[in-house]
């Protein structure tokens, strides 16, 4: 819930009643004397006080309003006030007037913009598989086929910001041109603009919610629909032109002039990308607290039924953001095209958080409109928010009838689940989700699929001392990490017992069980799909172990041309060890070898047929109480009987290279190869050598070229030649 929200209600119900009644007076806005409007205070009268009476209250603190109606009858003005210790006198003041409800600054609004990328666009548009866009026009178009659609069915959708360059040839289909007004600075009848604002920001949020799609060009709006035919867009600019920066102010009054008139025309969604830059404090240093701005807010929603959405700001913090964070809107979070959606960085870096934001769409690297026919990569909540508003849209066409606070539910309740189950601070409610959300409206299935991960493969359970259990397992493609549940008892109940928290972390040791106890484990792998959804793997296969000696970690290696040398390191709880081998690689294995002593960890099995391969386990063991407890055997080690792996140096010496191999005894090989290669060539023979030759010099080179060079020696056993493995590859530059 949102806590900040909760607090200010009774005062917006309070506000509601005194901002927006119908009295017999009809009170009076002045101008701004500034382009962005923030020299001024708005100032609401309580209900019933005449016009004279309010005169008076002016004249009492000396400040000015001109007689010009704010948009509609109502009891707020707006005054016009030289210098900020004006303002402060006069605040102080009318707080003191019985006849004032509230006073309040007219606070400045910003844009939700951050970087955005002058690449060439590319037709991929990630974020309508993130969000199941193309299914839900497919959903809609079942529900609705095209033939049975009409004019007035259209949603209309809203837009307050910079205005949208509506000669962009991917924003012809779904934009109003004669609902593209100014509100900025002007009073009703508002004129239709011939130009946005030199910013991309206005088109870009309206490229998001309505370009045009299945027209051969650029990207495609989330709301319109496989033929465009589902939305009215207009355009609202709420920013001022004079003095125009990146960073544009919107004043309260002007962002309130544009409630209206979008609420006027039949908007049923409104898409607010801005946010106030003051921080927690206005410009007295008090508590910000937009009344006036919360008001006309509530009004549309409760009143007037609209589902307004905001970009919940680019901070990179948990800061109150207006008017993202007033309880009637809906506060958009930015995600990213994450591969990890059980983590809280699906969230952007730069985007705010918090218990007072509620939802989340993709909005980096998410490509949109720009100005004179051009295309972007925005960053930002001002790419997210428009996401949001857009499915709402959608939502609201499958089924007119439904409340602005229905759509906030089903939104809410069918977004794709991101980070923690259930709501969480940082991504909300989750991902919002076309196709769930269409159909949801439309009371059918979304016929989507549960996403699943493949089964772990190859799991295993070790014993890893006398009170631990080794666990390893193949890697699941996609995985983000693995849930490990336990039982102990063959046919009980299994309880999850580790999350881990990356895809490549392949084994777990499960400490403090009991000696010799029976243990059963099953794994879960949960991931990410290609889309962006939660997946689960079903159920592994069951294993089972028990806590006695750690089962050793077998390794081979060649130290002499008929013998191999196994190696292992140190195991817990072990008082002894026995080797098993097998002369085929699936025949069975013969005890070989005990070994009752816990300090030597290798030994060497002598004596074999030279050129042939052997295979090896191991088990450790433990003495208690008169017995012994055994291990299970270790994973299968093999290698083939021949001359150890040779070791050689390499020196360049002029436009010679020097090549010596590693000294060794001589009756353990009979001689050595040299192979070499160049960048572009492939390896070659170039000279063998007996065993009394340890060095050999490489001439005629070409300088500035890189040389690789590698050797691997041989034994001759009865007239053939037994070789060992290749030597580490080294390298030089003439």
């Known amino acids: 819930m949102k806590s900040v929200k909760k607090r200010r209600r009774l005062l917006f119900c309070l506000l509601l009643g005194i901002l927006f009644c119908l009295s017999a007076v009809n009170y009076c806005l002045a101008e701004s004397t500034e382009a962005n409007g923030g020299n001024g205070l708005l100032i609401t009268f309580k209900t019933g006080v005449t016009k004279h009476q309010a005169k008076k209250v002016m004249k009492k603190v000396n400040v000015i ?3 010009k109606m704010f948009q509609r009858k109502g009891n707020t ?53 993130y969000m199941d866009v193309p299914e839900a026009w497919d959903l809609i178009d079942k529900v609705k086929p095209q033939a049975l659609r009409d004019e007035k069915d259209k949603v209309i959708v809203a837009t307050l910001d910079t205005g949208v360059d509506y000669q962009h040839p991917d924003l012809q289909k779904n934009v109003a041109i004669e609902n593209c007004v100014t509100v900025a600075d002007r009073e009703s009848p508002y004129p239709v603009y011939g130009k946005a604002l030199p910013s991309s920001h206005g088109t870009g949020t309206a490229g998001i919610i309505a370009a045009t799609s299945n027209n051969g060009i650029g990207i495609a709006g989330i709301a319109a629909g496989n033929h465009n035919d589902l939305i009215s867009l207009m355009a609202i600019n709420v920013f001022h032109s004079e003095g125009y920066t990146s960073q544009a102010s919107a004043s309260t009054v002007d962002i309130i002039k544009g409630i209206e008139y979008a609420c006027a025309k039949g908007a049923k969604v409104i898409n607010m990308c801005l946010g106030h830059s003051e921080g927690d404090s206005d410009l ?32 990179g913090d948990a800061r109150i953001w207006y008017p993202s964070d007033f309880d009637a809107t809906i506060s958009v979070i930015n995600t990213k095209k994450y591969k990890n959606a059980w983590s809280r960085k699906c969230k952007t870096g730069r985007s705010n958080f918090g218990s007072s934001k509620d939802i989340s769409a993709p909005g980096r690297g998410v490509y949109t409109t720009g100005l004179d026919g051009s295309y972007k990569k925005g960053c930002g909540t001002s790419m997210a928010a428009p996401s949001v508003a857009a499915v709402a849209a959608l939502v609201r066409y499958v089924n007119p009838q439904l409340s602005a606070a229905e759509v906030k539910e089903i939104l809410y309740s069918t977004a794709t689940d991101l980070y923690k189950p ?100 099953k794994i879960v792998a949960y991931g990410t799909t290609r889309d962006g959804k939660k997946a689960l793997s079903p159920e592994s296969r069951k294993v089972t172990s028990r806590p ?15 013998a191999i040398h196994l190696s292992w390191k140190k195991s817990t709880g072990t008082d002894g060890y026995e080797i098993y081998r097998s002369d085929t690689k699936n025949g069975d294995y013969q005890l070989i070898q005990t070994i009752s002593q816990r300090r030597p960890r290798s030994w060497t099995d002598r004596e074999l047929t030279v050129g042939k391969t052997y295979y090896y386990k191991m088990r450790s063991y433990c003495f208690r109480n008169g017995k012994h ?55 070659r023979l170039i000279k063998t050598m007996p065993v009394e030759k340890r060095r050999f010099t490489d001439r005629n080179l070409t300088p500035g070229k890189k040389y690789f060079y590698k050797i691997r020696t041989y034994k001759t056993v009865q007239g053939k030649r037994v070789y060992s493995k290749t030597s580490k590859v080294k390298s030089r530059q003439l």
């Open 65 to 67: 309003a001109k007689d």
């Open 77 to 129: 003005l707006l005054l016009r006030l030289d210098s900020s210790e004006m303002r402060r006198q006069a605040i102080s003041k009318l707080k003191k007037e019985s006849a004032v409800a509230s006073v309040q600054p007219n606070y400045r609004y910003t844009l939700g913009e951050t970087s955005s990328s002058g690449d060439s666009f590319i037709d991929r548009q990630w974020n309508l598989d």
């Open 284 to 315: 007295f240093g008090l508590p910000h607290d937009d009344a006036a701005l919360e008001a006309a807010i509530n009004d549309a929603v409760y009143k007037k039924d609209v589902v307004i959405v905001c970009s919940a700001g680019n901070n």
């Open 422 to 521: 259930g709501y969480d601070i940082y991504t909300g409610h989750g991902n919002v989700n076309a196709c769930r959300a269409v159909a949801a409206a439309a009371g059918v299935s979304d016929g989507l699929k549960v996403p699943q991960l493949a089964r772990p493969k190859s799991v295993k359970a070790y014993s890893a001392g006398p009170h631990a259990i080794k666990l390893s397992w193949k890697k699941v493609p996609r995985a983000n990490g693995y849930f490990i549940y336990r039982s102990d008892k063959k046919d009980g109940s299994y309880h999850r017992i580790k999350r881990i928290r990356r895809g490549k972390i392949l084994s777990f040791r499960d400490t403090g069980r009991k000696f010799d106890k029976k243990f059963y484990y």
């Open 548 to 562: 006695r000696a750690e089962v050793p970690s077998l390794k081979t290696a060649n130290r002499d041309y008929r």
């Open 629 to 683: 407890y055994y291990s299970e055997l270790s994973p299968k080690a093999s290698a083939k009987v021949r001359p150890a792996q040779p070791a050689f140096s390499v020196k360049k010496v002029g436009r010679k290279i020097i090549l010596k191999r590693k000294e060794s005894d001589p009756s353990q090989i009979s001689g050595c190869q040299i192979y070499r290669r160049t960048e572009e060539r492939k390896w």
